[in-house]
């Protein structure tokens, strides 16, 4: 069976950190780009491999794999060689899950509800919305963040990735309490100038 991953991209889209992914883990890739403008990714041939016609999505070993997070870890899973994940019996495994799962579950929803200005919803404060809100889950990146380099210490993981990948968009979008706050600044930067995030870019 080939290892070859069949990767679902638009420039525009999450599909730029599995990008960078791919990269570390040296996976063999061939790039299928999705004009989004052209709505490609709602095209029927499409819609048969993901049925909710999102980017990014892979294919590997004849299994569709959607939503950033979950295709971050199955690659790190798939290509251990990298050593982009604790092992099953390691017990950073633990921390490992939390930020990967912080990531989307707790992180993007805060975030969203800043940039969309959505007001809070009823319950909310009581813990009824699973991401709290957004002070709260930057302070809690900050402390993760603050022993650096990285948020298992001296190892970086895809959960690295995928976090940094996170925050740098939150900058980009002008999020309040990112950009100029040292501890993510030094981290984002640190990351970018690894090579297979350079190789990343450069070839989109």
């Not at 070859?4 to 883990?25: D, K």
């Not at 001296?154 to 950009?179: N, Q, R």
Request: with cysteine.
């Amino acid at each position: 069976m080939s290892e070859e991953v069949t990767f679902y991209y638009s420039p525009r889209s999450r599909a730029v950190i599995v990008h960078w992914m791919l990269e570390e883990v040296g996976a063999p890739y061939r790039v299928v780009t999705l004009d989004m403008e052209k709505r490609e990714h709602k095209a029927p041939d499409f819609l048969a491999i993901n049925p909710m016609g999102k980017l990014p999505t892979i294919v590997h070993r004849g299994v569709v794999v959607t939503e950033t997070p979950a295709i971050i870890a199955y690659l790190a899973d798939a290509f251990p060689a990298a050593g982009l994940a604790p092992a099953t019996d390691d017990p950073a495994r633990g921390a490992y899950y939390r930020w990967l799962f912080f990531g989307s579950g707790c992180y993007e929803p805060a975030t969203l509800d800043v940039m969309l200005k959505r007001a809070p919803l009823e319950g909310q404060q009581k813990g009824m919305a699973g991401w709290g809100c957004h002070e709260d889950v930057l302070a809690t990146l900050k402390t993760a963040l603050t022993p650096g380099p990285h948020l298992l210490g001296d190892h970086f993981t895809a959960a690295d990735l995928y976090i940094s990948s996170e925050l740098a968009w939150g900058m980009m979008m002008g999020v309040p309490g990112l950009k100029g706050e040292p501890v993510f600044d030094g981290y984002i930067a640190r990351l970018r100038e690894r090579p297979a995030f350079k190789r990343s870019i450069g070839a989109s």
